[in-house]
């Protein structure tokens, strides 16, 4: 295992060995998803997702990439990244954004670079309402609404898909955003329930829309490890034209707090191994390790990190 690992940082990623390590690994790839593991809330998920998109844009020519949340907050996130105006950023990863929106400044002439491929989850009303203000140019009284409740955005939406049909011609250059805003088959309700099978489809949908032969993802870990049979990860790897093409990084926090409870759960079948294996090869606060060589711990994903004391 000790030849397999590689430590890395948040400030200069991943080094020349890994980066020529993983340009092998990963090209028979269409989809790398980055587990969010141990917790939501941990602050490593400002920067760790640029890491990523770094290294896969000078790599492979990553354009477009997908977190965990509603088409209403891709809308905003792309208006953003366009334009660095804040007053649509209504948005948790603040840092993130502003960091990705300089990168992008520096690869791109006109600004655009990469940018969300569309929201594969449920609407956030708080990001889903302000979106559908900024894309109905007129807005009638239903979208001039500011209320942000689940129940008032679940009775609005039903009420705006019957409105959609004459959207084509009304506006056309954004229709295809505003419908899948109002369409989304996922609930502000669902929060914690199964909601791996609609992400999935969204995903794919949006995927094939866009045409790019590689994308990233960043989701929390019961999406991504791929040995769970109704995982977003494992249904999408058994899609026809995704088969065996996505590869997980599932991440293990070691002693790491957050305002909620920090958990590795859905890593708990090798937890174990990698108290005794792994953590005492990690020197640094973030190791990587490459596991296609050790189909025990690769059935969880083909790659995992250590996070050490991260808060």
Same mark, same amino acid.
């Given at each position: 295992?000790?030849?397999?690992?590689?430590?890395?940082?948040?400030?200069?990623?991943?080094?020349?060995?890994?980066?020529?390590?993983?340009?092998?690994?990963?090209?028979?790839?269409?989809?790398?998803?980055?587990?969010?593991?141990?917790?939501?809330?941990?602050?490593?998920?400002?920067?760790?997702?640029?890491?990523?998109?770094?290294?896969?844009?000078?790599?492979?020519?990553?354009?477009?990439?997908?977190?965990?949340?509603?088409?209403?907050?891709?809308?905003?996130?792309?208006?953003?990244?366009?334009?660095?105006?804040?007053?649509?950023?209504?948005?948790?990863?603040?840092?993130?954004?502003?960091?990705?929106?300089?990168?992008?400044?520096?690869?791109?002439?006109?600004?655009?670079?990469?940018? /969300? $491929?569309?929201?594969? *989850?449920?609407? &956030?009303? =708080?990001? @889903?309402?302000? +979106?559908?203000? !900024?894309?109905?140019?007129?807005?009638?009284?239903?979208?001039?609404?500011?209320?942000?409740?689940?129940?008032?955005?679940?009775?609005?939406?039903?009420?705006?898909?019957?409105?959609?049909?004459?959207?084509?011609?009304?506006?056309?250059?954004?229709?295809?955003?505003?419908?899948?805003?109002?369409?989304? /088959? $996922?609930?502000?309700? *669902?929060?914690? &329930?199964? =909601?791996? @099978?609609?992400? +999935?489809?969204? !995903?794919?949908?949006?995927?094939?829309?866009?045409?790019?032969?590689?994308?990233?993802?960043?989701?929390?870990?019961?999406?991504?490890?791929?040995?769970?049979?109704?995982?977003?990860?494992?249904?999408?790897?058994?899609?026809?034209?995704?088969?065996?093409?996505?590869?997980?990084?599932?991440?293990?926090?070691?002693?790491?707090?957050? *305002?909620?409870?920090?958990?590795?759960?859905?890593?708990?079948?090798?937890?174990?191994?990698?108290?005794?294996?792994?953590?005492?090869?990690?020197?640094?606060?973030?190791?990587?390790?490459?596991?296609?060589?050790?189909?025990?711990?690769?059935?969880?994903?083909?790659?995992?990190?250590?996070?050490?004391?991260?808060?």
């Amino acid at each position: 295992m000790s030849t397999h690992k590689y430590g890395f940082t948040l400030d200069h990623g991943f080094d020349v060995r890994t980066c020529d390590t993983l340009r092998v690994l990963l090209k028979p790839y269409r989809l790398v998803l980055q587990a969010e593991g141990g917790s939501h809330d941990l602050s490593i998920y400002l920067r760790l997702p640029l890491v990523w998109i770094r290294f896969l844009h000078e790599s492979f020519g990553l354009q477009h990439f997908f977190f965990e949340g509603g088409h209403g907050g891709a809308v905003l996130q792309r208006q953003y990244l366009r334009t660095g105006d804040t007053s649509v950023l209504h948005l948790k990863y603040k840092t993130f954004w502003e960091d990705l929106r300089a990168y992008n400044t520096g690869i791109s002439a006109n600004g655009a670079g990469i940018s /969300p $491929g569309g929201g594969v *989850d449920f609407e &956030r009303p =708080r990001q @889903s309402v302000p +979106a559908l203000q !900024l894309l109905w140019k007129k807005p009638p009284p239903l979208v001039a609404d500011t209320s942000t409740g689940c129940d008032a955005w679940t009775a609005r939406v039903r009420a705006l898909q019957k409105q959609l049909p004459d959207l084509k011609s009304e506006l056309p250059d954004n229709y295809q955003d505003i419908s899948d805003i109002i369409n989304n /088959p $996922g609930s502000c309700n *669902d929060a914690l &329930r199964n =909601r791996n @099978s609609h992400m +999935a489809e969204r !995903l794919k949908d949006f995927a094939e829309r866009e045409g790019d032969p590689l994308y990233f993802g960043e989701f929390g870990e019961a999406h991504t490890v791929l040995n769970a049979k109704q995982s977003l990860a494992h249904l999408i790897n058994r899609s026809p034209g995704w088969e065996n093409k996505v590869c997980t990084v599932n991440l293990y926090c070691y002693q790491c707090t957050a *305002d909620e409870p920090v958990s590795n759960w859905p890593l708990k079948g090798m937890e174990a191994d990698i108290q005794k294996y792994f953590l005492p090869l990690c020197d640094t606060d973030f190791t990587l390790f490459d596991l296609t060589g050790f189909p025990q711990y690769a059935a969880y994903g083909q790659l995992l990190i250590v996070a050490k004391g991260q808060h």
